[in-house]
């Protein structure tokens, strides 16, 4: 479906469902240059499941219009906006990535409007290595491949049926470079992941349970990563969670069962 944003179409993938006022929501977003189908078997599965769900593509990615976030603060005044354009008091809000920190820091701005909050392969600070970022910029078809390659657990394609992640990141990350001819969507992402500096800030501003879905091969943002920001939400007395999910960074496609039940167990619980 299209929501109009700040005067913008921008598109939700709903799991075929009409929202249902009476059902909580959650929305889900993306990391950097991915699009709402990273979520396929989580969005489908809460549609079905008692949960209205918004998997959105970010303002200037494929099927959303209007310009690109270049901050990590600039998206989640969008996120903000969005809740009020989609008519919602309140929804649970689920990032992966450059997603986690705007998931974070919205929640951290719309306080008791945030149900529950799950960073997937999070880290704070994000920091992306200089030879990535100018890479980003100036050969963005080599740091595709590069962070496909440090973003899967392996590279190999599966034995018997299946998908081969490597392959199908390779082609996102060009479908979504591609959409948006004025914008260089790879490096603005990382740029606004590698400028944040607001994530122990935000944890502590934070009213609603949080969890952390981390991926035990992630080279992206490895577990210890995230230990700053799990050690400053437990100091300032959050209810948290930890989840240990047994592949890489891209852990809706290469652990989709376990990101899914992680998912589905806080949402239930908390």
Same mark, same amino acid.
């Given at each position: 479906m299209n929501i109009e944003v700040n005067g913008h179409a921008v598109y939700a993938y709903t799991g075929g469902k009409a929202l249902r006022p009476e059902q909580p929501t959650v929305i889900l977003i993306h990391g950097v240059l991915c699009d709402h189908s990273v979520w396929? $078997?989580?969005?489908?599965?809460?549609?079905?499941?008692g949960w209205n769900v918004l998997a959105i593509d970010l303002p200037g990615h494929c099927r959303s219009q209007g310009p690109a976030p270049a901050s990590v603060e600039a998206a989640a005044d969008f996120i903000a906006a969005l809740l009020d354009?989609?008519?919602?008091?309140?929804?649970?809000?689920? @990032?992966?990535?450059?997603?986690? $920190?705007?998931?974070?820091?919205a929640a951290a701005q719309l306080g008791a409007r945030v149900s529950h909050l799950? =960073?997937?392969?999070?880290?704070?600070?994000?920091? *992306?290595?200089?030879?990535?970022?100018?890479?980003?910029?100036?050969?963005?078809?080599?740091?595709?491949?590069?962070?496909?390659?440090?973003?899967?657990?392996? =590279?190999?394609?599966?034995? @018997?049926?299946?998908?081969? *992640?490597f392959g199908a990141g390779v082609a996102l990350g060009r479908r979504v470079l591609a959409s948006n001819a004025q914008v260089n969507l790879l490096h603005t992402g990382f740029t606004a992941c590698d400028r944040y500096t607001g994530g122990e800030a935000a944890i502590a501003a934070i009213t609603c349970?949080?969890?952390?879905?981390? @991926?035990?091969? #992630?080279?992206?943002?490895?577990?210890?990563?995230?230990? @700053?920001?799990?050690?400053?939400?437990?100091t300032a007395?959050?209810?948290?969670?930890?989840?240990?999910?047994?592949?890489?960074?891209?852990?809706?496609?290469?652990?989709? #069962?376990?990101?899914?039940?992680?998912?589905? #167990?806080?949402?239930?619980?908390a």
């Open positions: 396929a $078997l989580q969005s489908r599965y809460l549609a079905n499941h354009a989609a008519g919602l008091e309140k929804a649970a809000l689920v @990032g992966h990535s450059w997603g986690s $920190l705007i998931a974070l820091q799950a =960073l997937v392969g999070t880290a704070h600070p994000m920091k *992306v290595s200089p030879a990535l970022l100018e890479s980003a910029l100036n050969t963005p078809e080599q740091a595709i491949q590069m962070i496909n390659t440090f973003s899967r657990a392996t =590279l190999s394609p599966p034995n @018997g049926a299946g998908s081969w *992640v349970p949080v969890l952390f879905a981390l @991926g035990a091969q #992630d080279q992206m943002t490895p577990p210890k990563a995230a230990q @700053g920001l799990i050690q400053a939400a437990q007395g959050k209810k948290t969670q930890r989840v240990l999910l047994p592949m890489g960074h891209n852990q809706m496609t290469e652990s989709p #069962d376990e990101t899914l039940f992680a998912l589905r #167990d806080f949402l239930q619980a």
